[in-house]
């Protein structure tokens, strides 16, 4: 097994640049998500890694050697697309096989290899069915068993789950990340779906308008966002502008302390950010880190309410567990502590209308 790198990796269409220089670094059996909104250089950045777009600049090692040479069939990396690309002529198991075909394996062995492969997706009984007789589900494991079929070094997968349902894709999510570690295949996915990326990943990398904004575990991207545009695109997030003082930050009037402060200097402007589900909210004034406000929608999603308040710093969301006999209403005032422990100061977001 390998680590795959990209080194100074950069992509232009003409004076457009959909990659801007980056480095990056794929540990060897592990699944990394390429996560970020439409049009922000996934598809680019995998396509360079399978050896289907040529980079502008930079290198992509693998266990340490350059592949740029390499044409996209000599990497024989697995690959699985949104649309599955299943060949709809050849029943489950000659999909399966097809690579082993071409490369012109022995029909006793090519058959034996789909016959484990159907078995590792859980499909042992379908390999004489028809593509046409398969549901979604079953088509995209066909379309990652045949992946699988040249036992690939690294397993590529652009937006598998896309084409399907939101409940057969929960499930789509977890077999995958159990196969992936049952496998130990090193696993890039690109997905637009947070979700979906803090499901499977072992390391999320997210990305905006070609750059990478962080790398980090699912952990470390939820709770210690590197900037307003990953606490954002990751779930919910209050999100205050605020200039730092000596021991927090002050939002207007109020004073909120902070556990860290980071690098920040007393006076620059900066981003207080908090997750919902850490903001208290009290009838009785707080000692301190409150906001006072007043409740302007309540979203009841059964398991958990989504209380809405306009506060004079700005807007927040409390997330509290959803219960039977407590009634919060819009219109209803009350106080939103956030716990020191649970604030950290972001870089300032960028000015309203700025480029
Ligand atoms: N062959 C190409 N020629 C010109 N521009 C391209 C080409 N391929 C991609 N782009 C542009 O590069 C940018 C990044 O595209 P890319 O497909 O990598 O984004 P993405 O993050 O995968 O988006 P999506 O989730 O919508 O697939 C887009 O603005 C796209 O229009």
């Known amino acids: 097994m390998s680590d795959l790198e990209l080194s100074g990796i950069r992509k232009n269409f003409g004076d457009f640049v959909a990659m801007h220089k980056a480095d990056l670094f794929f540990e060897a059996g592990k699944l990394t998500a390429l996560l970020g909104p439409s049009g922000c250089g996934k598809t680019t950045l995998l396509r360079m890694i399978a050896g289907l777009e040529a980079p502008s600049e930079g290198q992509i090692l693998l266990g340490g050697k350059d592949i740029a040479s390499l044409s996209a069939e000599q990497r024989k990396f697995g690959m699985v697309f949104q649309s599955f690309a299943l060949f709809p002529h050849l029943n489950v198991a000659r999909n399966v096989s097809y690579s082993l075909r071409i490369a012109g394996v022995d029909a006793l062995t090519r058959r034996a290899r789909a016959r484990e492969l159907l078995e590792l997706v859980q499909l042992a009984d379908k390999g004489n069915n028809r593509i046409g007789e398969l549901s979604g589900g079953q088509q995209q494991r066909v379309a990652i068993a045949r992946a699988l079929a040249q036992e690939p070094v690294i397993f590529l997968l652009d937006e598998p789950m896309s084409a399907l349902d939101a409940q057969l894709r929960n499930d789509m999510q977890m077999e995958l990340r159990l196969l992936q570690q049952r496998l130990g295949i090193t696993t890039i996915v690109v997905t637009h779906d947070q979700r979906e990326a803090m499901t499977i990943a072992d390391k999320i990398v997210v990305m905006s308008q070609g750059r990478i904004e962080q790398v980090g575990t699912p952990q470390e991207i939820y709770h210690k966002p590197a900037n307003g545009f990953v606490a954002s695109f990751i779930g919910n997030a209050n999100l205050l502008d605020g200039r730092a003082t000596n021991s927090g930050v002050t939002l207007g009037d109020t004073h909120f302390a902070v556990a860290e402060r980071g690098g920040f200097a007393s006076g620059d402007r900066v981003t207080l950010f908090c997750r919902p589900e850490a903001v208290r909210l009290t009838e009785v004034a707080p000692s301190g880190n409150a906001l006072k406000g007043m409740v302007t929608f309540v979203r009841d999603e059964g398991i958990a309410r989504e209380i809405h308040l306009d506060t004079g710093a700005g807007h927040i969301i409390a ?30 977001r960028p000015a309203a209308g700025a480029a």
């Open 319 to 348: 997330e509290i567990p959803g219960s039977f006999n407590e009634t919060i209403r819009i219109g209803d005032r009350l106080h939103a502590e956030f716990p020191v422990e649970t604030l950290h100061l972001l870089p300032a």
